[in-house]
Every structure is written in structure tokens, then in C-alpha cells.
């Protein structure tokens, strides 16, 4: 048991995991760094990150009051954030139905949509996270910080 704890512990100081900001921060950070927009699009890679949301692929997040429909895959080397401004819903069947979809094609297509990613995103920014930290976080498509929906 105690042998397990160290080789646990190590693993945990060897990967960083209580060093890096949670992957919820660092989402929550951006749609306020963007002023709470209609609609956002980005990428965060793994190893930046503590993956917080595991699991979840479909779900509701309250921003400063403000509800966000969040699509959220896994996607290597990254996690990818799809955010959408919308009234608060049950989501349930919806994160039910993503998580089986990627369960049966074994995160195949989601591998090659990272990888494709990892090649195509052109587009950058570092998000501020709570202990004063920046997260650099990636884009397929520029985004127009001024644009209205």
C-alpha cells in the first residue's frame, strides 16, 4: 500500500497534476477574457491542463450568471471546447448520447480530429487563470473578439 502511494505520488509530481489550473478555469477564464461572447471555439492541450470535466461531453456552465451549452471531446493532443450562449436545459441524454458515440468508434475519429487539429490550428492565445498563470489556447479559425450574434 505504501509502495503504491510513492509510485502514485511520483507519477503525480513526474505529469505536474497539482501544478496545472483545471481545465474548467481555464474555460471559464476565456468566455470572460472574450466578455462573456455568444459563441466560442478553442483548443487546450492535456498537458496544460488538469482534465476536471472528464466525462462530460454535453453540458450547461453559468458564467458570472450567464448559461453556456458546452460540446467538449477529447480530441489528442487536445480538449476541445465548443461553447455556445443558451438558456439552461437538461442535457442529460444529449452528454448520454456523445459519450456512447464515442465509446462505440473507440476514439478513432476523435484521434484523428486532434491530429488534424494539431496540423491546421494557426491561431493563438494565452488565457490568464486565477493564480496569475497563462494558459496558451488554440484555434482553428481566428476569432473577432467584436463580433456580434
Not at 442529460?92 to 484521434?111: A, I, M, R, S
Not at 491546421?120 to 493564480?131: I, S, T
Amino acid at each position: 500500500m505504501l509502495r503504491q502511494m510513492k509510485l502514485t505520488k511520483s507519477v503525480q509530481i513526474l505529469f505536474c497534476y497539482k501544478t496545472r489550473p483545471k481545465a474548467s478555469e481555464v474555460l471559464t477564464n476565456h468566455i470572460r477574457q472574450c466578455k462573456l461572447p455568444h459563441w466560442t471555439s478553442f483548443f487546450v492541450k492535456y498537458k496544460s491542463v488538469e482534465n476536471d470535466q472528464f466525462g462530460k461531453s454535453h453540458f450547461n456552465w453559468n458564467v458570472d450568471g450567464i448559461n453556456y451549452h458546452i460540446l467538449r471531446t477529447g480530441c489528442f493532443p487536445f480538449i476541445k471546447y465548443h461553447c455556445t450562449r443558451r438558456p439552461f436545459q437538461n442535457l442529460e441524454q444529449e452528454n448520454d448520447f456523445f459519450t456512447f458515440l464515442k465509446v462505440v468508434n473507440l476514439g478513432l475519429p476523435t484521434l484523428a480530429y486532434g491530429l488534424s487539429s494539431w496540423m491546421l490550428a494557426r491561431h493563438h492565445k494565452k488565457v490568464k487563470v486565477n493564480d496569475g498563470r497563462y494558459v496558451q489556447i488554440y484555434f482553428l479559425n481566428e476569432e473577432d473578439e467584436n463580433a456580434k450574434c
